[in-house]
């Protein structure tokens, strides 16, 4: 059996020293790659790809992929994806919706965020005086829609955060996502509702009954559970 985990968050260059990131930690997808790792014997083989700050597995055993960007993250995708079948992908990470297409400086002069590489990155470095600064963003692909796409008898298990919506607001977002890209299941949760290991949760079937969790244990104990089952069906 082989599961394929992706957890915390990217990061999207703005120059040679600064990013832009979110503040996904990483937890709840460590302790997903644990729970599966204590089906004893029977302990499939663990991919979890991670951005560079993100919790890790305190397993044994599990393959640790480091990304930084969505550009990365595509293609460690598509590497794994083309030397393995996964039965299972639990796709947890906080993918950014946005990267840094160009920077401009007030003169007017600045540089496509393509051209800042390992050759140049001391030439891109912002000045700290600058009063003010123009960045231009773009949408970044949307991972979980390539899944299916490439591994359709995959278990794919797709996450949604909100803040501060009602429970019936969260599972209609949770379930018009598991729709749209052919989940076997979608976390929805709500931002308000994490704190510490305190983590409401609701995991919606493709029927759309759910049941929820309150903790990150709980929710991962729920997803490794379900997902288990669904291959074993």
């Known amino acids: 059996m082989k599961i394929l985990i992706t957890s ?7 120059d040679s020293v600064r990013k832009i990131t979110n503040m996904a930690s990483g937890r709840l997808g460590a302790l997903i790659a644990d729970e599966f790792a204590k089906c004893g014997e029977s302990s499939p083989q663990i991919f979890y790809v991670c951005g560079e700050s993100a919790i890790k597995p305190t397993a044994s055993g599990v393959d640790i992929i480091e990304i930084s960007s969505v550009k990365d993250l ?3 995708l598509t590497v794994l994806f083309e030397k393995h079948k996964f039965d299972a992908v639990i796709h947890a990470m906080a993918v950014s919706d946005y990267t840094v297409q160009k920077v401009i400086q007030p003169d007017g002069t600045g540089y496509e965020s393509s051209e800042i590489t390992s050759e140049n990155l ?9 009063d003010e600064l123009i960045i231009v963003m773009k949408k970044t692909p949307k991972i979980i829609r390539m899944i299916k796409t490439v591994q359709p008898d995959t278990v794919l298990v797709g996450f949604k955060l909100l803040s501060g919506v009602t429970d019936d607001e969260l599972r209609l977002a949770g379930y018009n996502l598991l729709v749209k890209n ?14 510490g290991a305190n983590h409401r949760g609701l995991l919606i079937a493709p029927d759309s009954n759910y049941t929820s969790f309150s903790t990150k244990q709980e929710i991962a104990c729920g997803i490794v559970s379900s997902v288990l089952k669904s291959i074993q069906n």
């Not at 001391?122 to 600058?130: A, T």
């Not at 052919?182 to 704190?195: G, H, M, P, S, W």
């Open 122 to 130: 001391r030439e891109n470095k912002i000045s700290s005086e600058l």
């Open 74 to 76: 595509l293609y460690e």
């Open 8 to 14: 915390g968050g990217t990061f999207e260059k703005i």
């Open 182 to 195: 052919n989940c076997d299941f979608v976390l929805a949760n709500d931002l308000t509702q994490i704190e």
